[in-house]
Nanobody, 124 residues
């Protein structure tokens, strides 16, 4: 599975961004997808995830109510809509995928495939 993330950028606090991650076909329908982020000097952390069916979704507590994850099968794409952004959301955001997960997991080592990352910078 190949993943291509895009949509990062510079935004002011309180603003919004939408990240996209496109996966290679025809495997998209078989994978659970997730977003992680890594800030400078910190470990990579789970942000949100969605199962291959789209029925199960999970969020980190730090983003609940502000971020929304979704997927569009016709485009082999998963999205992360980020609103009410805060400076502490600044990080490189990575999309990840795994064919063996039927639920959303938050561990970095539970996802076999990773995209290249996209930078999100939130200014105060």
């Amino acid at each position: 599975v190949q993943l291509q993330a895009s949509g990062g950028g510079l935004v002011q606090a309180g603003g919004s961004l939408r990240l996209s991650c496109t996966a290679s076909a025809p495997t998209f329908s078989t994978v659970t997808m997730a977003w992680f982020r890594q800030a400078p000097g910190k470990e990579r952390e789970f942000v949100a995830g969605i199962t291959r069916s789209g029925r199960r979704i999970g969020y980190a507590d730090s983003v609940k109510g502000r971020f929304t994850v979704s997927r569009e099968g016709a485009k082999n794409t998963v999205y992360l809509q980020m609103s009410s952004l805060k400076p502490e959301d600044t990080a490189v955001y990575y999309c990840a995928a795994d064919e063996g997960l039927s639920v959303v997991r938050s561990g970095v080592d539970q996802y076999a495939y990773w995209g290249q990352g996209t930078q999100v910078t939130v200014s105060s």
